[in-house]
């Protein structure tokens, strides 16, 4: 495996877009941060009752909860790097080629599932930095505690990227792939949580959906009642989130190992 | 000779159309193994299930008397249809990821890139290449780590003239050193000119394969093509109407063209002439061309 990452790491190291959306991403996650730390520390000095509501969301351990959910929005980042990586490849007719040159189907969909999963680790990575940088901003003392969102990050992270890989793989467009990745992530599947939690009170079913099963496991760092009334367990959640998984890449898989290429 | 590769009874469909109907040949070893079929006739298809990148509806293959593998793919060089390479990398960059998917080591690259006159353009990215320079990389990319089978696929596709005869060359020279060359066309004079065996493909059907010798003489019956001229072509054209067997005389600018069965001789011929007191001033038996056997096995233009 050691050697057909490195292949892949021949792939992406000069391709010039790969770079450019990771620097975004990076400095988008810093960026954001920034804003929201910047924001809640105005709101309080001008207004000093508003600690009462909003607690301290930058200080440990809350932090990592906050940073977490600020970041799960820019999850569509690395999400577009993943579609755009395996689509080039059917663009380019590569995944042709790497087979012919003598990968095996096997290899070539294991090699990307392997990327998603280093690329899962790095945004964990990248998550554990800004908290402990915000954290200690903050002038909190470190503590373990609450440190289970970062297992929620890291699943989330591979919830999200996985799906991108998955209709990557099933769509073989770029733009179609990254389309629907954009309406399902950020319109529909909200559209259908609102519908069958509000509307239909079929909760906590809307919050088993694919991508709002981990998106609760982080859920909005105040006010979650109101926004996610009687949401199951962090454990079935968690299970969801895991079982879908195992669900994207078992059809990325098969399709890529049964398909004319 | 021992096989090479062995195609067995290969179906594909696309849905409802049928690319391939059963088709099976072999390969033998050390041959120039040409498969010539008009566009759309399902070489590329049969080629792609070989390369397990299409999978076949039924029937099966052999390579070296094994069934086809990663492990057996990093031997074999290919070109298929189209070059496939990194746009934004350089070609020696893209001939790196080659050479690391073939487990082959990185010394081979200078040399093929110099066998098809890269080398110049080595760093330069693979989308700024012309369509034959596209082409001539992924024929480098075959030749790294010096494989005993290569396929090629419209080899000299978008090359010039002086690059397609460069290649020919290239693929004799290769096939000379004792490898194995499967190579797929629908240009009959490239079949004719370099390939030792033919198979014939038209709507996914296989028409003939065999020696390109066996599949000339097989239809060529006993039929004896002559180009002939003298001073007197009034005189020699009433010579010819006289004799037994003619078939088809075709008058030309300046000779006729005689067709004869009976197994008639161009020394018959040209002693009957003399005979009659024509001496003829010029005499030239024609072989009969792969395009005549081609036309004849496929069928007239329309029909394809």
Redesign the interface.
């Known amino acids: 495996m050691l ?1 057909l990452l ?2 892949e790491w ?2 992406i190291k ?4 790969f770079w450019i959306f990771s620097v975004f991403y990076l400095v988008s996650i810093f960026i954001v941060t920034y804003i929201a730390w910047y924001i809640e520390k105005r709101t309080k000095t001008e207004i000093p009752e508003s600690e009462m509501i909003l607690g301290s969301s930058f200080s440990f351990p809350k932090v990592w909860h906050t940073v977490g959910w600020l970041s799960s929005w820019l999850l569509y980042f690395p999400g577009m790097i993943i579609i755009m990586l395996m689509v ?1 490849e059917v663009n ?3 995944h ?10 096997q ?1 070539f969909i294991g090699v990307k599932i392997a990327l998603v999963v280093i690329f899962a680790v790095l945004i964990t990575f990248l998550n554990i930095l800004t908290g402990l940088f915000f954290g200690s901003l903050s002038g909190s003392d470190f503590t373990l505690d609450g440190t289970s969102y970062i297992f929620y990050i890291f699943i989330q992270a591979l919830a999200y990227l996985f799906f991108a890989l998955m209709l990557a793989v099933l769509f073989r467009r770029s733009m179609l792939a990254i389309v629907i990745f954009f309406l399902y992530g950020l319109i529909f599947e909200w559209l259908i949580a609102a519908l069958t939690t509000y509307q239909l009170k079929l909760a906590p079913l809307g919050y088993f959906l694919p991508l709002q099963a981990s998106d609760v496991l982080i859920p909005i760092p105040f006010g979650e009642k109101v926004f996610y009334p009687d949401s199951p367990g962090t454990s079935a959640l968690v299970i969801a989130v895991i079982a879908y998984i195992t669900l994207y890449v078992f059809f990325a898989r098969k399709k890529f190992l ?4 | 000779m021992s096989t090479v590769l062995t195609i067995d009874n290969l179906t594909k469909y696309y849905g409802p159309i049928r690319a391939l109907n059963n088709v099976s040949f072999n390969v033998p070893e050390g041959s120039v193994f040409g498969i010539l079929g008009p566009n759309g006739s399902g070489k590329t298809t049969m080629l792609g299930i070989i390369m397990d990148i299409l999978k076949p509806s039924s029937g099966h293959y052999l390579w070296k008397g094994q069934r086809g593998s990663a492990k057996m793919r990093q031997q074999i060089g290919t070109l298929l249809e189209t070059p496939n390479f990194y746009h934004y990398l350089s070609g020696i960059r893209n001939l790196h990821i080659a050479a690391e998917i073939k487990q082959k080591g990185r010394e081979d690259i200078e040399k093929v890139l110099h066998l098809v006159n890269l080398w110049q353009r080595k760093d330069s990215k693979f989308s700024t290449y012309s369509l034959g320079m596209k082409q001539r990389l992924a024929i480098a990319s075959t030749l790294l780590g010096n494989p005993d089978i290569l396929v090629f696929d419209e080899p000299t596709n978008g090359l010039d003239p002086a690059g397609i005869a460069e290649i020919r060359e290239l693929i004799r020279q290769i096939n000379r050193q004792g490898k194995t060359i499967i190579m797929a066309s629908h240009i009959l004079d490239e079949v004719e000119k370099v390939c030792t065996h033919v198979a014939i493909i038209q709507k996914g059907e296989l028409k003939a394969s065999g020696s390109v010798k066996e599949i000339l003489d097989t239809k060529q019956v006993d039929e004896t093509v002559i180009e002939i001229a003298a001073d007197d072509l009034i005189a020699l054209r009433t010579i010819m109407e006289q004799i037994d067997g003619l078939m088809d005389l075709t008058v030309a600018d300046h000779h006729l063209q005689v067709a004869f069965t009976n197994g008639i001789t161009a020394t018959e011929v040209n002693r009957l002439c003399f005979e009659k007191g024509i001496v003829l001033s010029r005499l030239n038996v024609k072989r009969k061309s792969l395009e005549t056997t081609f036309l004849e096995i496929t069928g007239t233009k329309s029909e394809r």
């Open positions: 050697h490195k292949i021949l792939k000069n391709y010039r877009v080039n380019f007719k590569t042709r080629q790497n087979i012919i040159d003598g990968w095996s189907r290899q049964i398909d004319d290429l």
